[in-house]
């Protein structure tokens, strides 16, 4: 398996140009992850510097994975949720390049998101994905329990409905108590 480094991002021209690729490259594979085909430059950038911004005010993480200088992967940890909500976060934004697909950069990734969520106290995480050609073998294989499906959730990329599937994990304290 290649070697590659996951590392917090920072909002940096670089850095958001990176993501923006691989953004726009997610989209136009027909990844759903709340964009649609053809997604402008402009939107991708915008959408990152939004986030990257938010990471910076500590709102949420986002960890990109490495190879060598290049960005192959990413995932964001998001942790500004509503005042009855501090014990959860959720996993957003999972995107690996084509090029590096079926490597473990996901699965490398969601463990740095899960580890970071436990560091900063939580007990639970949560993410969705969709139902065509989502993530959900991912997932559980990571652990995550699935709720429910939720029919007609959104646009594919490239048009038609697709359903979200909803995850839960226990994580830290809370999956120790459980066990």
Known sequence: M????????????????????????????????????????DDA?????DSLGAAA????????AFDG???????????????????RAEIAKMMTRLSHRHRG??????????????????????????????AAPLYERSGFQLSGIIPDYALKPHGGLTG???YWKRIGAAAAAAT
């Open 2 to 41: 290649p070697q590659f480094a996951i590392t917090p991002l920072e909002d940096a021209p670089e850095i958001c140009s990176a993501l923006s690729e691989l953004l726009i490259e997610t989209v136009a594979s027909g990844g759903s992850v709340s964009f649609m085909h053809p997604l402008s430059r």
């Open 45 to 49: 950038e915008a959408f990152w510097q």
């Open 57 to 64: 005010r500590g709102e949420r993480i986002v960890l990109g």
């Open 69 to 87: 200088n290049d960005l192959i992967g990413t995932v964001t940890l998001l942790l500004k949720l509503p005042p009855n909500q501090p014990h």
């Open 105 to 134: 950069v996901a699965t490398a990734l969601l463990r740095a998101a899960e580890q970071l969520a436990i560091a900063h106290g939580r007990t639970l995480l949560v993410l969705d994905t969709a139902v065509d050609e989502g």
């Open 164 to 166: 979200t599937m909803i």
